[in-house]
Structures are given as C-alpha cells and as structure tokens.
C-alpha cells in the first residue's frame, strides 16, 4: 500500500484545501493523472498522481484543510500488486507528518487494520465495537461482508465539489504566500547580479518576417526565442539550473522555466515549461500562451508549479529597462528580462540606433559566482544573434 | 462565421470580441466594460494575452489579422469596428 500525501507546491505551501476528488475509492489511476483540485495560497491547483495503481482509501475529504504531507489517499500501486501481501522489505516511506496533523486517525488494532487491507474495507467508514470505540477484527469482517451485498463503484464517480472553491486565491493569501518564499530567499541565499544590454535587432526583424509569413495562429512573440536562448545557455551553465537542498546543490538536467505572472488581481504566479531547450520555438510560444491563459484561469497543474529549474521575471512590458530579481528557492537562478526598445548602439566607431534588451541574471553565491554567470549571459546574448537557428 | 469581404452585424462582433477578452482574461469579468478603454493600459492585457485575444478572434471569423493591423484593435470598440467593417 502506498500513500498520496498533499504535497507541497512550491516552497512557501505548509498547508492545502482539498477542494475536489476526481477519483473514488476502487478507481484505477495512472501515473500523470489528475486526481483532485488543491486551493493553495496560489490558486487552485490541479494535482496529479505518480504512481499507477488502484486508490484504495480516501482520506480527506473535500472542504478540509491539511498539512503538507498529509496522507490524502491510500492506493495499492502496481508494484504493490506484483508481490500481494507479503512482509517482505517496506518501501521507503515518504516523510510523515506528525500525528496530530493526520485527520480521521483510526482506532484499531493491527490485526483489524491488517485483515481491513487484505479485504479491501475502509477503515473510516466502519464503527468500531472495542474498547474505546476501537474497530475489532470483527467489525471489519462484518463490513466485509455487508460491502460484498452492496454493488461497489468501479468507474470514476462524478467529482464532489467543496463549497469553498474560488479559482483564484485572495490576493491578500497570494501577497502572504509570496512574502514567506522572498523572506526565505533574501534570508537563505546571497544573490548576485549581472547585466548586460543585448542587441536584439535582428531578433526583431526576424520576428517581423515570420510572423507576416506564418498564420496567425502560430504567431510568435520576442519572449519565445529568448526563452529558448536562456535554455540553450543554460545547458552549458549547469551551475544554474537545479534546486539547492539539504545543504548542497542538486543540478537537474531537464530545463523547466517558470514564467512569472502578475494576475490582475494582485499576486504572483511562477508556472513552468519543460525541457524548454529542446522545444522548438513555435511549441515554446503556445505552451507559454496555455499556461498564461491557464494561470490566470487559476488552472495550473502541480507539476507546473513544482517543475521549474530556474524562473524568468518579464516586466518590460511595463515600461521597465531592468529587473533584478530575487531568486525562488529552492532554485539558484532567475533571469530578468527588460523591455525591448530601440536605444543608441555604438558599433566599429558609429552610432546607430538599435533594438535593445537588458538581461539580467541573479544567481546563487553558494553555487556559482561572477566568472560563471558572465559565462552564462555571454552565451545567451551569443545565441540570440542567430534567430533562425533557435 | 463571416466571408471575407463581408462586413460582420456589429452585435455579433461584439459579442465575439468580449467573449475572446473574457477568455484571455477570465478575471476581468465582473468588472465594468470600458468599451474605449485601451486594452493594454486599461485592461493590462499583455502581448502574450493580446496574441492569444487577436488568435481567437480569428478563430471566431476566420479573418488572417496581420500584425501591421494592431493599431486598428486597441480597444474593444475599435476591434467591434475592425471586424465590423471589414
């Protein structure tokens, strides 16, 4: 038997609202599914399952509050189903919360729970009959057999919703939730800077002949490229893109970008594209108007929010030349992206005038340094003198 | 869905560009319609939200909306007009 714990989405959750199961007891799920909605701090989040295997127990129900890591559901995986009830060695557990934080704790004696699980009774649902109300082998037996009279679901029921689901959180929650990960961050990690103006003039007329070649529909914006750029850089800068844990750096070798998104609202959302540097630029562009349109739904799945390995924060568009972000832990980088705007370039003894982009870099001083993250902004500036090659 | 050439009834228009603004921003809705307003300022619909509003209204009309086009599309009266007109 395995457990589905509330997990944590993204560094400043402690705790989440089961808001709707997509699954009962007895549905099979696969690995990648989407099985309940979470309200966090962020939004409601779409969560998914990674492992397959048959949900046994649901735990929590819809409307209730819980700690991160709270066992929600229990399942018997597929590699539980291989090799049935024998005591052989136990599969690492994933970490528990304490106790007190379990809700709907059952009273029953381990022969009870043990006989429960090998007949499939859900504990909670049964009245226990023992000494403090504690749930006797008998009491499972007795459910077993009523169960067996009464036809079980077997398909995925319709979902029950909570009466507290809003989409999008306050922006007083999101403000709060934002507040403890830059707290955390300016706290935990010394950042530092670099910038560098980059022309991006032929990115710009590049950008102007396709999209008057290419349909609509797959037009594409600066921020695609430079996306793509930032990734193809950063694969030869490991440096920067992974997660700093327990103490040490841990580079990942998938490049995910988070994207920041300031909702209307009021509030940050930093959802990510995966494996952005072998993605081609147009799949670039309308994953990112997805997931944008998604964010601002209040639509985002758990692996957009937990996948990112470095974050990008645009603020260009709001008039602004350069931005110097604070890092997401537990990443160790974010690039900051100015506006594009045309400015003096000096170039062989002339003044021309020019498309310009300031980009940004902070970075984590445990992980890499100056030497390392000039490296990085060199090659991304590099990169994006060939626009066609991206 | 409308021919090219053929100019579009101005309430169906309407309806076709609220209902893409809606779509690019869901959490406008509620909020009282500015019909003048400048999308990007008022509204502060950014270039990835206005591509995916301009892409819907395409889908919505079938009308290819060239970039060089932008400056007709604003704001929500002026793409009713764009869209009625042309």
Redo the contacts between chains.
């Keep these: 038997m395995s457990d589905f714990l509330m997990p944590m989405l993204g560094a400043d959750m402690e705790k989440g609202t089961l808001v709707k199961w997509f699954i009962t007891p007895g549905a099979h799920v696969n690995r990648g599914d989407v099985v309940a909605d979470v309200e966090t701090d962020k939004g409601v989040i779409a969560v998914e399952i990674w492992q397959s295997g048959d949900i046994e127990q649901i735990l929590v129900e819809p409307g209730q509050e819980v700690a991160v890591g709270t066992v929600l559901a229990k399942m018997r995986s597929v590699a539980d189903k291989e090799r049935p009830s024998v005591p052989g060695p136990k599969i690492i557990e994933q970490p528990m919360p304490s106790e007190a934080e379990i809700p709907q704790r059952v009273h029953a004696s381990p022969l009870a729970k043990r006989i429960a699980e090998d007949l499939g009774v859900d504990l909670i649902k049964i009245k226990g009959t023992g000494p403090n109300g504690a749930i006797t082998r008998a009491d499972v037996e007795g459910a077993a057999k009523r169960l067996k009279e009464i036809p079980q679901p077997t398909v995925i029921a319709e979902a029950v919703a909570a009466p507290v689901t809003t989409g999008?959180a306050s922006s007083d929650q999101m403000r709060r939730a934002v507040a403890a990960a830059m707290v955390r961050s300016k706290r935990d990690i010394p950042h530092y800077y670099l910038q560098t103006d980059v022309n991006v003039q032929k990115l710009m007329s590049w950008l102007?002949e396709e999209?008057?070649r290419i349909?609509?529909?797959e037009?594409i914006?600066a921020?695609a490229p430079i996306m793509k750029a930032i990734a193809l850089g950063l694969r030869e800068s490991p440096e920067f893109n992974g997660f700093y844990k327990d103490g040490a750096f841990q580079p990942q070798s998938d490049i995910n970008l988070g994207m920041i998104i300031s909702?209307?609202?009021g509030g940050l959302v930093a959802p990510g594209i995966t494996a952005v540097d072998v993605a081609s630029v147009p799949e670039i562009m309308s994953r990112?108007?997805d997931l944008?349109?998604r964010g601002?739904?209040g639509k985002l799945r758990s692996s957009e929010i937990t996948s990112p390995t470095v974050t990008i924060s645009s603020l260009g568009?709001q008039g602004v030349d350069v931005v110097y972000g604070v890092i997401y832990p537990p990443q160790v980088a974010l690039v900051g992206l100015g506006g594009i705007r045309e400015r003096p370039w000096a170039d062989s003894g002339m003044v021309g005038a020019a498309h310009q982009l300031t980009i940004t870099v902070s970075a984590d001083h445990r992980v890499s340094d100056g030497h390392l993250g000039s490296r990085l902004l060199n090659r991304i500036s590099e990169l994006l003198q060939n626009p066609e090659a991206l | 869905m409308c021919q090219a050439g053929e100019g579009m009834d101005k309430q169906v228009a309407k309806d076709i560009v609220l209902k893409a603004l809606y779509e690019v921003a869901p959490d406008l809705e509620g909020v009282e319609v500015k019909y003048d307003a400048d999308l990007r300022r008022f509204y502060d619909i950014d270039s990835v939200d206005y591509l995916s509003f301009i892409i819907k209204l395409h889908k919505q009309t079938g009308r290819d909306i060239p970039e060089a086009d932008y400056p007709k599309l604003t704001s929500i009266d002026r793409a009713v007009a764009y869209l009625a007109e042309n």
Aim: no cysteine; glycine share 4%; aromatic share 0%.
């Design positions: 999008v102007t999209n008057r349909p609509v529909t037009r914006l921020i909702l209307r609202g990112l108007r944008i349109e601002r739904r568009e």
